[in-house]
Protein backbone atom coordinates (compact mmCIF):
# COMPACT_ATOMS: atom_id res chain seq x y z
CA UNK A 1 0.00 0.00 0.00
CA UNK A 2 1.22 3.55 -0.59
CA UNK A 3 2.73 5.78 1.99
CA UNK A 4 1.42 8.83 2.19
CA UNK A 5 2.97 12.06 1.82
CA UNK A 6 3.70 14.48 4.56
CA UNK A 7 4.92 18.11 3.86
CA UNK A 8 6.55 19.83 6.66
CA UNK A 9 8.35 22.87 7.46
CA UNK A 10 10.99 23.07 9.96
CA UNK A 11 12.38 25.74 11.81
CA UNK A 12 15.27 25.86 14.34
CA UNK A 13 16.61 28.31 16.33
CA UNK A 14 19.29 30.80 14.81
CA UNK A 15 22.03 32.56 17.59
CA UNK A 16 23.83 35.13 15.28
CA UNK A 17 27.59 35.48 15.54
CA UNK A 18 30.15 37.91 15.70
CA UNK A 19 31.09 38.90 12.03
CA UNK A 20 34.76 38.24 12.64
CA UNK A 21 34.11 34.69 13.67
CA UNK A 22 33.92 32.06 11.74
CA UNK A 23 30.23 30.13 13.24
CA UNK A 24 27.79 28.38 12.09
CA UNK A 25 23.65 28.66 12.26
CA UNK A 26 21.69 26.04 12.12
CA UNK A 27 18.16 26.33 10.08
CA UNK A 28 16.40 23.50 9.19
CA UNK A 29 13.73 23.37 6.22
CA UNK A 30 12.16 20.07 4.68
CA UNK A 31 9.99 19.01 2.49
CA UNK A 32 9.38 15.50 3.88
CA UNK A 33 8.02 12.55 1.55
CA UNK A 34 7.78 8.92 3.71
CA UNK A 35 8.06 5.83 1.94
CA UNK A 36 9.00 1.98 3.54
CA UNK A 37 12.50 0.71 1.84
CA UNK A 38 13.42 -2.82 2.66
CA UNK A 39 11.23 -2.46 5.65
CA UNK A 40 12.95 0.60 7.08
CA UNK A 41 10.99 3.79 6.55
CA UNK A 42 13.32 7.11 5.71
CA UNK A 43 12.15 10.58 4.91
CA UNK A 44 13.10 12.44 1.87
CA UNK A 45 14.42 15.82 3.10
CA UNK A 46 15.45 19.31 1.17
CA UNK A 47 17.59 20.75 3.38
CA UNK A 48 18.99 24.45 4.35
CA UNK A 49 21.49 24.68 7.13
CA UNK A 50 22.57 28.32 7.64
CA UNK A 51 26.12 29.52 7.87
CA UNK A 52 27.90 32.84 8.45
CA UNK A 53 30.29 33.93 5.59
CA UNK A 54 34.00 33.49 6.10
CA UNK A 55 35.66 36.97 6.74
CA UNK A 56 39.05 35.50 4.83
CA UNK A 57 38.53 37.25 1.17
CA UNK A 58 40.48 38.28 -1.55
CA UNK A 59 40.30 39.10 -5.23
CA UNK A 60 41.18 37.71 -8.59
CA UNK A 61 42.92 39.98 -11.27
CA UNK A 62 38.91 39.80 -12.66
CA UNK A 63 37.39 41.38 -9.79
CA UNK A 64 36.00 37.64 -8.95
CA UNK A 65 35.34 37.83 -4.75
CA UNK A 66 37.30 34.56 -3.20
CA UNK A 67 35.64 33.63 0.22
CA UNK A 68 38.46 31.19 1.60
CA UNK A 69 37.80 28.68 4.39
CA UNK A 70 33.73 28.88 4.60
CA UNK A 71 32.23 26.59 6.82
CA UNK A 72 29.55 24.47 4.96
CA UNK A 73 28.60 21.84 7.14
CA UNK A 74 29.06 20.55 10.89
CA UNK A 75 28.27 17.41 12.67
CA UNK A 76 26.45 16.87 15.33
CA UNK A 77 22.88 16.58 16.42
CA UNK A 78 19.94 18.86 16.11
CA UNK A 79 16.94 18.90 18.34
CA UNK A 80 13.71 19.38 17.30
CA UNK A 81 9.62 18.61 18.19
CA UNK A 82 7.59 15.88 16.92
CA UNK A 83 5.64 18.46 15.83
CA UNK A 84 7.99 19.72 13.81
CA UNK A 85 9.01 16.45 11.70
CA UNK A 86 5.57 15.62 11.29
CA UNK A 87 1.76 16.32 10.63
CA UNK A 88 -0.68 15.80 13.61
CA UNK A 89 1.06 15.57 16.28
CA UNK A 90 -0.95 16.63 20.00
CA UNK A 91 0.04 18.76 22.26
CA UNK A 92 0.57 15.67 24.55
CA UNK A 93 1.86 13.55 22.43
CA UNK A 94 4.79 16.03 21.40
CA UNK A 95 8.28 16.05 22.57
CA UNK A 96 12.25 16.63 22.05
CA UNK A 97 14.06 14.39 19.44
CA UNK A 98 17.65 14.79 17.88
CA UNK A 99 18.11 14.08 14.37
CA UNK A 100 22.01 12.95 14.17
CA UNK A 101 24.64 13.88 11.45
CA UNK A 102 27.34 11.66 11.77
CA UNK A 103 31.03 12.39 10.76
CA UNK A 104 30.99 9.08 8.28
CA UNK A 105 27.96 10.66 6.99
CA UNK A 106 29.04 14.29 6.41
CA UNK A 107 32.51 13.31 5.67
CA UNK A 108 31.67 10.72 3.15
CA UNK A 109 33.48 10.90 -0.13
CA UNK A 110 30.06 11.15 -2.08
CA UNK A 111 28.82 13.97 0.68
CA UNK A 112 32.15 15.78 0.05
CA UNK A 113 31.87 15.57 -3.35
CA UNK A 114 28.23 16.58 -3.79
CA UNK A 115 29.04 20.18 -2.78
CA UNK A 116 31.90 20.25 -5.16
CA UNK A 117 31.38 23.66 -8.10
CA UNK A 118 27.79 23.54 -6.75
CA UNK A 119 26.20 27.01 -7.31
CA UNK A 120 25.81 30.07 -5.42
CA UNK A 121 23.16 31.80 -5.34
CA UNK A 122 21.39 34.62 -4.05
CA UNK A 123 18.25 33.23 -1.18
CA UNK A 124 17.00 29.83 -1.89
CA UNK A 125 15.55 29.57 -4.65
CA UNK A 126 11.75 27.50 -4.56
CA UNK A 127 13.57 24.64 -6.69
CA UNK A 128 16.90 22.86 -6.87
CA UNK A 129 19.22 24.12 -9.10
CA UNK A 130 19.69 22.49 -12.41
CA UNK A 131 21.05 22.71 -15.81
CA UNK A 132 18.16 24.18 -17.01
CA UNK A 133 17.74 27.30 -14.70
CA UNK A 134 21.40 27.84 -13.68
CA UNK A 135 21.68 30.65 -15.89
CA UNK A 136 19.48 32.26 -14.23
CA UNK A 137 20.06 31.73 -10.85
CA UNK A 138 23.88 31.04 -10.22
CA UNK A 139 25.96 34.30 -8.86
CA UNK A 140 28.91 32.33 -8.54
CA UNK A 141 30.02 28.56 -6.62
CA UNK A 142 31.54 26.13 -4.25
CA UNK A 143 35.03 24.77 -5.28
CA UNK A 144 38.32 22.89 -3.44
CA UNK A 145 35.42 21.39 -0.47
CA UNK A 146 37.53 19.82 2.07
CA UNK A 147 37.93 19.02 5.84
CA UNK A 148 38.94 20.94 8.05
CA UNK A 149 38.68 22.09 11.82
CA UNK A 150 36.98 25.00 13.86
CA UNK A 151 37.15 25.21 17.81
CA UNK A 152 38.84 21.78 17.99
CA UNK A 153 36.35 20.10 16.08
CA UNK A 154 35.99 18.57 12.48
CA UNK A 155 34.15 21.07 9.92
CA UNK A 156 33.32 20.68 6.06
CA UNK A 157 35.07 23.70 4.96
CA UNK A 158 34.97 25.44 0.63
CA UNK A 159 35.83 28.35 -1.27
CA UNK A 160 33.41 30.30 -2.20
CA UNK A 161 33.61 32.24 -5.19
CA UNK A 162 31.44 35.02 -6.39
CA UNK A 163 31.12 36.35 -9.99
CA UNK A 164 28.03 38.72 -9.58
CA UNK A 165 28.46 42.10 -9.31
CA UNK A 166 26.06 43.31 -7.47
CA UNK A 167 26.83 40.34 -4.79
CA UNK A 168 30.22 41.36 -4.75
CA UNK A 169 29.31 45.07 -3.47
CA UNK A 170 26.45 43.67 -0.84
CA UNK A 171 29.43 41.34 0.34
CA UNK A 172 31.83 43.99 0.55
CA UNK A 173 29.51 46.59 2.28
CA UNK A 174 27.82 43.89 5.04
CA UNK A 175 24.71 44.13 3.28
CA UNK A 176 24.86 39.90 3.15
CA UNK A 177 27.15 38.24 5.49
CA UNK A 178 25.11 35.06 5.61
CA UNK A 179 25.44 31.46 4.05
CA UNK A 180 22.76 28.83 3.63
CA UNK A 181 23.49 25.37 2.39
CA UNK A 182 20.41 23.88 0.56
CA UNK A 183 21.05 19.77 0.57
CA UNK A 184 18.68 16.66 0.47
CA UNK A 185 19.39 13.95 2.50
CA UNK A 186 17.27 10.80 3.85
CA UNK A 187 16.63 11.15 7.62
CA UNK A 188 16.06 7.14 9.13
CA UNK A 189 12.91 6.76 11.28
CA UNK A 190 13.62 5.10 15.23
CA UNK A 191 14.54 6.48 18.58
CA UNK A 192 18.07 7.62 17.47
CA UNK A 193 17.13 9.69 13.74
CA UNK A 194 20.07 9.94 11.30
CA UNK A 195 20.32 12.42 8.72
CA UNK A 196 22.44 9.86 6.05
CA UNK A 197 22.85 10.19 2.02
CA UNK A 198 23.46 13.79 2.29
CA UNK A 199 23.87 15.17 -1.08
CA UNK A 200 24.43 18.94 -1.88
CA UNK A 201 22.35 20.95 -4.35
CA UNK A 202 23.72 24.68 -4.00
CA UNK A 203 24.68 27.34 -1.23
CA UNK A 204 22.88 30.87 -1.15
CA UNK A 205 23.80 34.02 0.11
CA UNK A 206 21.16 35.33 2.78
CA UNK A 207 20.30 38.42 4.58
Known amino acids: MEEPEIKVEVGAEEVA???EEISSLISFTSSISMWSCN??????????TKIKLSPHRSKTPEGYLICTDAIIARTGKQTY????????ITDSEDCEIEVDRK??????DQTMASFENKPLTYEHPDEDVTPENYRNLAIGFVRDVHKGEFEGKPVMMANIVVTDPKAIDDIEN????DLSCGYNCDITK???PEQVNIRGNHVALCE
Do not use: A, T
Request: proline residues 6%; hydrophobic residues 25%; aromatic residues 14%.
Open 17 to 19: PDY
Open 39 to 48: NSILWSSKVL
Open 81 to 88: YKSELYDG
Open 103 to 108: PEEVFS
Open 174 to 177: HRIQ
Open 190 to 192: GDH
